[in-house]
């Protein structure tokens, strides 16, 4: 490789590096969240359920889990996820 062409390739490979922005993850925080909805829970896999009722709710950025459905009579029910905290 001749010296001009190693030398651009590396300020190249140097600029590049300097241009990523390179930061910690920290670990994301979870909070309860409590929601009524206007359906009652289905007989199956109704925490799914409340997972895409949340997901529909609040967004993808949300990333509902460990949700419970609870059937509020015959045309409600209500949801406790944990999601990200904003």
């Known amino acids: 490789m ?27 925080k979870y909070c309860p969240k409590k929601m009524t909805f206007a359906h009652p829970c289905q007989a199956t896999q109704s925490n799914m359920q409340c997972v895409a009722d949340a997901l529909g709710t609040l967004g993808a950025a949300s990333m ?6 609870t059937t509020l009579g015959l045309n409600k029910h209500s949801c406790a996820c944990q999601v990200v905290c904003h």
């Open 2 to 28: 001749k010296p001009l062409t190693f030398f651009l390739v590396i300020i190249a490979s140097m600029l590049f590096l300097s241009s990523l922005q390179l930061s910690v993850s920290q670990p994301l």
């Open 64 to 69: 509902p889990k460990n949700c419970i459905c």
